[in-house]
């Protein structure tokens, strides 16, 4: 079985029963590796659910899968919950992800081949305030490579940066690239 037929399993079956399977029958190097995954979820070409993590959170690129793929069918923000009645209209792409690393030069980005992750922090803090970075949080935001209608690595900043709701003209970002192995 490959990554893809698995997270299709995945699906289907927490859709239809609400449980979620195992990972036997999958080939070691997604029982023993470690990675990042997104699980896409399409119907009729069109986006349907785009769930995942750019590090790895579970013990294994298998359990990655699963916890990506029943939340791009039942979590994205975007979509109401995927349905018994959709499942033959689906289609999905698994995503794996290399370890992101930041970049030193917008030069080194190339949308096609490479995922950007944008991290921001504030460019100025109330006067007279000790500035920490503990109980701050991040704003984040993430874009596969090889998006169709993406070609600049300025537009694909540009969306990064709207997805986590960044403003790049009021606060600094941190920019990682990342390459995925998209198994369709």
Do not use: H, W
């Not at 992101?100 to 949308?111: A, F, H, Q, S, T």
């Not at 606060?171 to 998209?182: A, G, H, L, P, S």
Request: contains cysteine; proline residues 5%; aromatic residues 8%.
């Amino acid at each position: 079985m490959n990554l893809v037929q698995f997270a299709k399993q995945v699906v289907e079956e927490y859709v239809k029963s609400g449980k979620t399977i195992s990972a036997a029958g999958l080939p070691e190097e997604f029982l023993k590796n470690k990675a990042g995954v997104f699980v896409t979820i399409y119907k009729n070409k069109e986006l349907r659910g785009c769930i995942g993590t750019y590090l790895p959170t579970k013990k294994n690129i298998a359990e990655e899968t699963i916890q990506s793929a029943i939340a791009a069918a039942t979590e994205d923000y975007r979509f109401g919950e995927i349905k018994k009645e959709e499942l033959p209209e689906l289609s999905y792409e698994v995503s794996v992800l290399e370890e992101p690393k930041p970049i030193k030069n917008r030069k080194e980005l190339d949308p096609k081949k490479y995922g950007i992750v944008v991290k921001s922090l504030p460019k100025t803090y109330p006067t007279g305030l000790e500035v920490t970075l503990e109980g701050f949080r991040f704003k984040t935001g993430l874009l596969l490579p090889d998006i169709e209608g993406i070609d600049t690595a300025e537009k694909q900043i540009s969306i990064a940066c709207q997805k986590a709701g960044i403003n790049p003209l009021k606060e600094n970002i941190t920019i990682y690239k990342f390459k995925v192995k998209k198994y369709q």
